[in-house]
């Protein structure tokens, strides 16, 4: 076990498989599950599985706002580090000890389960690989550091990013903000290759063109405010270059 190691698991009517997920989980770190308002009695079957605290959000909020809401918790709860899964079944717990040697050898670092890079489980519908090589790209880019599969959940975060950095997006996009913001707050990223899960009778949350369409716009954003932010640098830089002697 990873010293204060949180487990956080954001659910939304995952009645069928948050037990399980719950159970597999605890015995390895205590598990706060945050409920986003369901309606099948989710946060009933977590509390029954063993989770030491789940939360109900009384109407939904999103994604973004359930991982803040378990993130402040998991920090109150004095975490040294946090991990994320989905509680849906599509992140399997025994993956979690690969996370966890990844994290204890870069405590520094957000470490991010990468689906792709594995041969291990089920194919990746086309449409949501392309949202996620599309991301992957983008993500690359703009913080210059190797990151692979940005849309994955399955996450161990350390704490000190958490305290450090400031998550304002909302649904699938604060993940990927998370690793914009930190980056460049100074925390590396490592991938460790994880099982694929996608049963083809449970449809993901993840909209590959509706929130995929949320993720591209929030990483042009940020890619305009860099180009801005090395353009102004740029113009500086020639402003303070003293004229050559004889120039006027």
């Excluded at 009384?58 to 994320?84: M, S």
Aim: aromatic share 4%.
């Amino acid at each position: 076990m990873m010293s204060s190691l949180v487990a956080v698991v954001p659910v939304f009517n995952e009645a069928a498989t948050v037990g399980a997920v719950v159970r597999r989980l605890r015995e390895v770190c205590p598990v706060i599950v945050v409920d986003d308002a369901s309606t099948d009695g989710s946060d009933v079957r977590a509390a029954a599985a063993g989770a030491a605290c789940v939360l109900r959000s009384p109407r939904r909020a999103g994604k973004g706002a359930a991982l803040r809401r378990g993130f402040a918790e998991a920090l109150r709860r004095n975490a040294t580090a946090v991990a994320t899964l989905d509680g849906d079944g599509q992140h399997d717990p025994t993956d979690l000890p690969g996370l966890l040697a990844a994290a204890r050898a870069a405590p520094e670092a957000l470490v991010v389960g990468d689906r792709l890079a594995s041969g291990d489980g089920d194919r990746v519908p086309s449409l949501r690989r392309g949202a996620i090589r599309a991301a992957d790209w983008l993500v690359t880019r703009l913080v210059r550091a190797d990151v692979r599969d940005t849309q994955c959940g399955f996450r161990i975060y350390p704490a000190a990013l958490l305290r450090a950095v400031s998550l304002r997006e909302e649904g699938f996009v604060l993940e990927t903000e998370a690793l914009v913001r930190g980056v460049r707050a100074g925390f590396g990223l490592v991938s460790v290759p994880i099982r694929r899960i996608y049963p083809l009778e449970r449809a993901s949350r993840f909209r590959a063109l509706a929130d995929g369409g949320r993720i591209a716009w929030y990483l042009a954003r940020e890619l305009w405010r860099e180009a801005g932010h090395r353009l102004a640098a740029d113009g500086l830089g020639r402003r303070r270059v003293p004229a050559a002697a004889g120039e006027s």
